[in-house]
């Protein structure tokens, strides 16, 4: 447990913002929700309202000002972060990023030489490596039940063949793409486990056909090679017309793991369940993926895997607190120069997929 309380000021007041950051900072011991930004409150959505009890600025000028706020968390689209972050960290603030990081990685790697120069912490949140279905996976890798793994799988398919509706930079193509957006938290989860790829080879575009007029970058799938005949796929489809959507599908010499579904969080966050409540985090046992092993007599036995339950992105919040508590960066839940390298392999996936060739990483 942290030895402090952090002030949070939290920049952005949308999605990511009510859903993803301000119900686990409200959880995690070690932070306190001490400010928000909203620059144009509306009668059904204000922050003001929805939070009597905290500071509400209307300029991210003002809140880096605030003398009492010790973090700062940046949910903006991605192309404000570089600019907020400097602004912040120049004001003496800790930064947590929400991903996708920075649109380049020479940016993402400007902000974590700037975070060494101010003295401050600066993370990113992948809050997906504290999914509980990738945690569970985590753990039978850990234990060897897999044994040496030789071709790793993780999926982020949908069936949404219509295009997107609605105004944000996601609907942008000169800001948007898939491997961008999801494929930062699908290539994170890979270099967490194995680290960076010898080689990678990117395909990226539309599987919308005649419905994407705008050439939205919909759907991508990343082929990263490892030593020792190591296979990582990232993948992202909107077309996909499946009852369970596939999301791990892991194979080593002793054994293999197959999971469908995504972890329940996100959808249990909008349906208004919060950490600390009961059944939060915890996945159906439907839902549970399979474990294949090769039994002594060489057949394969098969056994369903209960998904582990956490206390969710929580956890992402509670590692935080242990690097500003030690002032320690190797003890961020995301070191940024890792961050930085996983743009860095969306940038390579997206030259290798336009070039028609494996590029070296």
Do not use: C
Request: zero cysteines; charged letters at 25%; proline letters at 5%.
């Amino acid at each position: 447990m942290s030895n402090k309380t952090y002030n949070v000021g939290v920049v952005g007041y949308g999605l990511s913002a009510k859903i993803f950051h301000i119900p686990f900072i409200n959880d995690a011991r070690s932070f306190r929700l001490h400010a928000i930004v909203q620059r144009s409150p509306k009668p059904s959505d204000d922050a003001a309202k929805d939070h009597p009890e905290v500071k509400v600025y209307h300029s991210t000028e003002d809140l880096v000002a605030d003398s009492d706020v010790d973090v700062v968390v940046l949910t903006t689209t991605p192309a404000t972060h570089h600019e907020l972050a400097i602004q912040a960290m120049k004001h003496g603030k800790h930064v947590l990023v929400e991903k996708p990081f920075t649109p380049t990685s020479e940016q993402a790697r400007d902000l974590a030489k700037a975070a060494k120069e101010q003295k401050v912490l600066l993370t990113v949140y992948q809050n997906r490596r504290y999914d509980s279905d990738f945690l569970t996976l985590k753990s039978l890798l850990d234990a060897n039940k897999l044994g040496r793994v030789v071709e790793f799988e993780t999926h982020f398919d949908r069936h949404r063949p219509e295009m997107p509706a609605g105004e944000s930079w996601k609907t942008k193509p000169e800001d948007y793409s898939a491997v961008f957006d999801l494929g930062t938290h699908l290539m994170d989860q890979v270099v967490s486990l194995y680290g960076l790829p010898e080689r990678i080879t990117g395909f990226v575009g539309t599987q919308r056909g005649s419905r994407n007029t705008t050439g939205l970058e919909d759907s991508f799938t990343a082929i990263m090679h490892y030593p020792d005949n190591l296979i990582a796929t990232a993948k992202a489809a909107v077309v996909s017309p499946e009852a369970q959507q596939l999301r791990y599908w892991v194979r080593g010499e002793k054994g293999s793991f197959k999971k469908f579904h995504l972890d329940p969080q996100e959808d249990q966050l909008k349906t208004g369940l919060r950490p600390g409540q009961q059944g939060y985090g915890v996945e159906n046992e439907s839902k549970f993926g399979t474990l294949a092993t090769v039994g002594d007599d060489g057949k394969i036995v098969e056994e369903r895997i209960p998904t582990v339950s956490t206390n969710g992105y929580t956890a992402f919040y509670d590692q935080f607190a242990k690097a500003l508590d030690a002032k320690d960066e190797k003890l961020l839940p995301v070191v940024p120069t890792v961050a930085a390298d996983v743009i860095r392999l969306v940038e390579l996936v997206r030259q290798s997929s336009q070039e028609g060739r494996t590029l070296t990483v």
